[in-house]
């Protein structure tokens, strides 16, 4: 007799603190995304303070200094070359990489399925822009950078395809047919540029790394200059991959039936969807945003493939877990939350955080786990509302 | 039999759920040896009441006396343990467990207080078993038994719990008029043994038949209380209702065309691989309702799923509108014409998630006007929605209104408003009024027969049979996936209720 | 009368089945001794023993598709020709090259190395998801585990402060995930996912912070391993040289997991616990109206497998590796699930599974041994990955997961 319809609607007649809250999170709100962030960083901020003693708003400061945000505030001066921009810079070759895997999850996610593997996906990706950027010497630069993203995208189209079609024919569970094809393609890969595999460049000695790709196919830069890393205009292929990632989703009848699939399957089913063969698209597409991803890194600022990047760098494509849970898969959450986490990794990097505050070297693994907290908390929307209701007793919602 | 002494004691229950009052001051008592019964509508507060004396629910306000103390109860474990048990309508068995793990389970005979006795639990369930007339194989699991039978093991495992008082809620909407009277004696054998039966229901006849004393609830509300003595169908369907029931649909005199659906030797698995149905060949013509009665579980799910397109039947020919669509995908099946309204509408009929508008577009979404070469065009759909939506009196929200934000009966008309909308020639109507009030219900009824005269075919499958007997021109009844029996209108509910237990094997020609 | 026709038929079709099934997995077998026989110390030399055994092999697996068995069927089908190949292929290479790879006592001592902690994980995967919760996050606990049984190791000086040390650590996180996924019924997965990335976090951080560059002690204490070298004089007396010299020494850990496989087993499928807990998995409405504390079960079920896994991650450093190192667990834990699915929930059926990762894990370095095959070094450590993938896809729909897990309970 309980129709949960019937009970949530006429809540709508007087609504709750939670009732007005969860409309505002299903129509896109960004009360709760904005507390998750600031409660994990909050956290965070305390893990600082109780391991380390150090003051958490000093070390955050820091790391803000750290990803070059301050360039954009006015009263900010700056010598030449301004350091400020050149971290802004590598904040936003951060974000494209980071907003092409958190679409990738995303889109995913709105097929109901969890696509842990963009990090495999980002491999291939990256494998198969080397290889394209190394052969076709001399093509016109246009065509060349076309022909290698092209590649890139086929190739994490087709490792997300392989845990598509597992799971659409033998239902085999994408989460760990996807962490396992991570870790094959991380093999793969690292052994086809160490020494005596196919791609090493033998002008290296014995040292693990390919060919370099050719110039023409290298992006073109927006701001600042090749040897400092500049901005490439991969910047914009990622902000495209954020508007095709609405459109396809709100405007295409792909993006209805994935959305249709990833609520209800078998009302899908039901209404003439095949969704086996939406579960396939969706890992094929989600896995050709990541491939592109990997695309755009070797295309923009890192010509050559080696093994610390096949095997250290390429954890980037994990963020975007983080990215599109924040981000709520949409794609201005997306674009945010991307933002956030570019900022978070450039902050804490090495090369930008100041050792006098704290050590980059936890740094880096403080972003790891205020990224494991914001996933925590993104997960259970009951704690942020449970948080803001302050004490009241969380009524049941959302029942059979 | 039954003595004054008051077992149970509800004294002005009120229970809350967000933005609904389930339970409004409701006072309630069982006497010692009685059946006692509820009456009231889905969604009348029934279940809500007594998932409140079973520690499923805690009330806003009042108190729940057992045996004249007040008690609180936190959880199930504290209503058993004040000898309350309770059948679910849908029942709470471990399908892959054997009948006595499900009976013992939480109360286990050990040794050495860890390792379960499982012989101890056999034993100790073929005693409770003969001693109540029951006949159960301790080591059968529960997902292999009928369901008939899996109401017993229920009964038994509140017995084993030595329950006082046992609720049944809705326990006969699963059984067939025959396993519905051979309940009734076993309550009654319970009450003659000093135990009180609360029996929730919302059927007239099977309250008059069953109860000693009737208590009628309304959209939350007690009504009153009274002895069955003296008491008639009208007066308690007054009431339950609040106002006067037609209890017969008014439909003109069927005109049947030529044969829309035809089913040929059909046979389907289930997903777990067994035979379903079994060979099913039957017709519908044009302008005529034909109605499929039998208990649950019987292949009529299987049967509709592989005429919708939705499960690929092993054998047997289904043709639509003179076309062969055996095996085919269900885009193809919904595209020839067949609108199907599924027996679950929360979990197949419609995307909760969805607004209003996408759940209309759900079967033609990618076909003009929605969409062109796979770009959709949202104002169009919007504009179509809101007409329909008009067209079907859907209350409580617009085309941008999320599906999960309406009630049960709005949501269904939602169905019915994507299903008639793309005027099918077929209809599959698969239970269409399972949970609804009798205001929705009647709309539904309205909808079928109107389908009728507009010389649609229509397949209405439903468990209720009063249901079939009053809108179906043709009756089927199906038993272990054959058709056992076709009938005429006017056949009466006890001939059905034999065939539905497979007690005439003989076809008898309408 | 007709229930009991039914039964007696479904009986029999039930004792049908029962051989189809039999032969399919005798196909299977058949199809690794095809391969087996070629290998040393037998090393058949020619081509034709393998084919056909593969062929029986093959045929088999046919007979017992066209039977309904079809995934075991058409498993060993493929067996069949596996073996073919690769018995044909051993019988071409130089047989000092297969002497390289093969060696079978240092190769079993390895599977077990490789498999305890895959089975301790797998095992504490069993408890959670029997109690309808999944566990993604095995991998951040086994990681907990092997940080803070180095680091307390270290502290204390005694492997079994490390060891205490370790499953505490453990236990909390899988009360972090059991909370959420619990109480706050967060969406299990992305729970786990998250728990995983704070155990990153939390040992990367602290591993850095206390150890750095120069990485755990070269000292720590480690657990014991047992002697089990009076073996060797048991009759005959290749068994026993066999024996002493692949399981001579045998970690406490891995004594301890085989155990768990037989304890955990009874606890599961023979104690009146164990039926609640799988109860709370299957219908966790019905355990609850019938008294049981489905929460509680729950929360339970998940500490007891994060103490498990991490007890698989103490193995991984003061067991076996006697260091730490970042993300040194390198997604045993997601293998430890595919051991799981594919040992169908049970403990066995994850020992079995796990001993075949830990077999295939074993393999991968021996055949770098091989000279013509060192190029490939690196590609031959992504065999147990695929050989997880294929096995999750291939065994996937046999095996039936408890009905309810990954759903929260939503207590009335």
Redesign the interface.
């Known amino acids: 007799?309980?129709?949960?319809?019937?009970?949530?609607?006429?809540?709508?007649?007087?609504p709750?603190l939670a009732?007005r809250i969860a409309l505002a999170q299903?129509a896109g709100g960004i009360v709760s995304p904005f507390f998750t962030a600031l409660l994990a960083f909050f956290m965070g901020g305390l893990?600082v303070l109780f391991?380390?003693g150090k003051n958490p708003l000093s070390t955050y400061e820091a790391i803000f200094k750290g990803t070059g945000l301050n360039w954009l505030l006015p009263w900010e001066t700056c010598a030449h070359p301004c350091s400020a921009a050149l971290s802004l810079q590598q904040t936003l070759i951060q974000f494209t990489a980071l907003a092409l895997t958190g679409v990738a999850v995303a889109f995913a996610f709105r097929c109901g399925l969890?696509n842990?593997g963009g990090q495999g996906q980002y491999i291939v990706g990256t494998v198969a822009a080397v290889q394209m950027g190394i052969w076709f010497q001399g093509l016109p630069s246009a065509l060349h950078i076309l022909l290698a993203a092209g590649a890139a995208a086929l190739a994490g189209a087709l490792w997300g395809g392989i845990a598509g079609v597992?799971k659409a024919t033998?239902?085999?569970?994408e989460?760990?047919?996807t962490?396992?094809?991570?870790?094959?393609a991380?093999?793969?890969a690292?052994?086809l540029v160490?020494f005596?595999?196919p791609m090493q460049d033998p002008a290296a000695g014995t040292e693990a790394v390919s060919r370099p790709i050719s110039e023409g196919a290298q992006l073109p830069l927006l701001w600042g200059s090749r040897l400092l890393q500049g901005l490439h205009v991969g910047l914009f292929v990622a902000l495209a991959a954020l508007l095709v990632y609405w459109l396809v989703l709100?405007?295409?009848?792909?993006?209805?039936?994935v959305?249709?699939v990833g609520?209800?399957p078998?009302?899908?089913?039901?209404?003439?969807?095949?969704v086996a063969k939406s579960y396939f698209l969706a890992m094929a597409i989600s896995g050709a945003f990541a491939g592109l991803a990997g695309a755009m890194d070797i295309l923009g600022w890192r010509p050559r493939l080696d093994l610390t990047f096949v095997q250290g760098y390429s954890q980037i494509a994990?963020i975007g877990?983080?990215v599109a849970?924040l981000g709520r898969n949409t794609a201005v959450g997306i674009f945010f939350a991307g933002l956030l986490f570019a900022a978070l990794r450039t902050g804490s990097s090495t090369r930008n955080l100041d050792p006098e505050v704290f050590?980059p070297?936890?740094a880096?693994?403080?972003?790891?786990?205020?990224?494991?907290?914001?996933?925590?908390l993104?997960?259970?929307e009951?704690?942020v509302l449970?948080l803001l209701k302050s004490g009241r007793r969380l009524?049941?919602?959302g029942?059979? | 039999m039954a003595s004054d002494a008051l077992v149970l004691e509800l004294r002005g229950i009120t229970k809350r759920f967000p933005g609904v009052v389930a339970n409004d001051g409701i006072d309630f008592d069982v006497r010692r040896g009685e059946v006692h019964a509820l009456l009231g509508e889905n969604g009348a507060g029934k279940t809500t009441l007594m998932n409140v004396v079973y520690g499923l629910y805690r009330p806003d306000a009042g108190e729940v006396r057992v045996g004249g103390k007040p008690v609180v109860f936190r959880s199930p474990r504290d209503a058993i343990a004040h000898g309350i048990g309770m059948v679910h309508q849908h029942f709470m068995l471990i399908p892959v467990m054997t009948v006595a793990e499900n009976i013992v389970l939480a109360k286990e005979p050990t040794q050495a207080g860890v390792v379960l006795d499982y012989e101890a639990a056999r034993k100790r369930v073929r005693e409770l078993a003969s001693a109540f007339g029951f006949v159960v194989d301790p080591d059968a699991r529960v997902r292999d038994i009928t369901v008939g039978q899996q109401q017993r093991v229920e009964i038994l495992k509140a017995l084993y719990r030595r329950a006082d008082v046992l609720i049944l809620d809705e326990p006969t909407s699963v059984l067939t008029p025959q396993e519905a009277s051979e309940l009734f004696q076993i309550l009654r054998g319970l009450t003659e043994q000093g135990m009180s039966v609360v029996f929730i229901s919302h059927k007239l006849n099977e309250v008059l038949a069953v109860a000693d004393r009737i208590t009628v609830l309304r959209r939350g509300r007690k009504v009153a209380t009274i002895s069955r003595q003296g008491a008639t169908e009208e007066s308690l369907a007054r009431m339950m209702v609040g106002r006067e029931v037609l209890l017969r649909v008014e439909k003109p005199p069927a005109s049947p065309g030529e044969p829309l659906l035809e089913v040929h030797d059909l046979r389907v698995l289930d997903d777990r691989r067994l035979e379903k149905v079994r060979g099913v060949s039957f017709h519908v013509r044009a302008g005529e309702i034909v109605g499929i009665a039998g208990v649950d579980g019987n292949g009529q799910s299987e049967l509709v799923e592989a005429l919708a397109g939705l499960r690929r039947p092993v054998a047997g020919r289904v043709v639509v509108a003179g076309r062969d669509m055996t095996g085919r995908s269900a885009r193809e099946v919904l595209d020839v014409g067949v609108g199907h309204v599924p027996e679950d509408r929360l979990r197949r009929g419609l995307v909760l998630d969805f607004t209003l508008a996408e759940n209309l577009i759900l079967h033609d979404y990618d076909k003009e006007p929605c969409s062109r070469l796979g770009w959709l065009f949202p104002d169009r759909i919007l504009r179509w929605a809101a007409e329909l939506l008009r067209r079907f009196d859907v209350r409580g929200g617009g085309p941008r209104t999320l599906a999960s934000a309406l009630s049960g009966g709005n949501q269904q008309k939602v169905v019915l408003a994507r299903e008639l909308g793309r005027e099918p020639r077929i209809l599959l109507a698969a239970q269409p009024t399972r949970g609804l009030d009798v205001g929705a219900i009647e709309f539904v009824h309205r909808q079928l027969v109107e389908a009728r005269v507009q010389a649609k075919a229509v397949l209405l499958v439903s468990l209720e049979l009063e249901e079939i007997l009053s809108l179906a021109d043709r009756i089927l009844v199906m038993y272990e996936g054959r058709i056992v029996g076709e009938y005429g209108p006017e056949v009466q509910e006890e001939e059905l209720g034999i065939a539905m237990t497979g007690g005439r094997p003989v076809v008898e020609a309408a | 009368m007709t229930v009991d026709a039914g039964t007696a038929r479904r009986r029999l079709a039930g004792r049908r089945l029962f051989t189809t099934r039999l032969l399919a997995i005798a196909g299977i077998v058949l199809g690794a001794v095809a391969f087996w026989i070629a290998l040393p110390p037998l090393t058949t030399r020619t081509v034709a023993a393998p084919i056909a055994i593969g062929i029986v092999a093959v045929a088999c697996g046919i007979w017992a598709a066209s039977r309904k068995e079809r995934r075991l069927g058409w498993g060993a089908a493929a067996s069949g020709v596996l073996g073919i190949v690769f018995g044909v292929l051993a019988t071409r290479a130089a047989a000092d090259h297969l002497e390289a790879v093969v060696t079978w006592s240092s190769l079993v001592s390895l599977a077990l190395v490789y498999a305890t902690p895959l089975t301790f994980a797998a095992i504490g995967g069993m408890f959670s998801e029997r109690s309808g919760v999944v566990n993604i996050g095995l991998e951040g606990m086994m990681l907990m585990g092997a940080f803070f049984g180095a680091w307390g190791a270290d502290v204390t000086g005694s492997w079994m402060g490390g060891l205490l040390l370790g499953i505490l650590s453990g236990g909390l996180l899988a009360l972090v995930h059991a909370f959420f996924s619990i109480h706050l019924r967060a969406d299990q997965i992305v729970s786990g996912t998250a728990v995983i990335f704070l155990a990153y976090g939390i040992t990367g951080y602290l591993y850095n912070d206390i150890y750095g560059d120069a990485g755990t002690p070269g000292d720590l204490a480690a657990v014991p391993d047992i002697d089990l070298s009076w073996l060797g004089s048991l009759p005959p007396h290749d068994l026993g040289g066999f024996l002493e010299s692949s399981i001579g020494q045998v970690s406490l850990l891995t004594i301890l997991a085989l155990a768990l496989v037989v304890l955990s087993s009874a606890f599961m499928f023979k104690t009146s616990l164990g039926l609640r807990i799988r109860a709370c998995g299957e219908h966790p409405r019905a355990a609850d109206t019938a008294g049981i504390n489905v929460y509680g079960a729950r929360y339970a079920s998940v500490v007891m497998s994060g103490i498990l896994a991490s007890l698989g991650g103490v193995y991984l450093s003061i067991g076996f590796n006697h260091s730490f190192t970042e993300k040194m667990t390198s997604g045993r834990g997601f293998i430890a699930l595919a051991a799981l699915i594919f040992g169908n929930w049970r403990p066995s059926g994850a020992l079995a599974a796990a001993l075949l990762f830990g077999f295939s894990t074993a393999l991968a370095p021996e055949l770098e041994n091989v000279e013509s095959w060192a190029v490939y070094g690196t590609l031959f450590q992504s065999l147990p990955y695929l050989l997880t993938l294929i096995a999750v896809a291939g065994v996937i729909g046999r095996t039936v997961p408890p009905a309810a897990v990954g759903r929260p309970y939503v207590k009335q």
């Open positions: 007799m309980t129709e949960p319809g019937s009970a949530r609607a006429q809540g709508g007649e007087r709750t009732f299903r893990v391991v380390t969890f842990i597992l033998v239902g085999a569970h989460v760990i047919s962490i396992m094809l991570n870790w094959i991380l093999w793969v690292s052994y160490t005596g595999g709100n405007r295409t009848t792909l993006g209805y039936e959305r249709a609520f209800n078998e009302a899908a089913a039901y209404g003439g969807i095949d994990f877990i983080a849970l050590r070297e936890l880096n693994n403080l972003t790891e786990i205020i990224q494991g907290l914001i996933i925590l993104v997960g259970a009951t704690l449970y009524r049941r919602r029942e059979t």
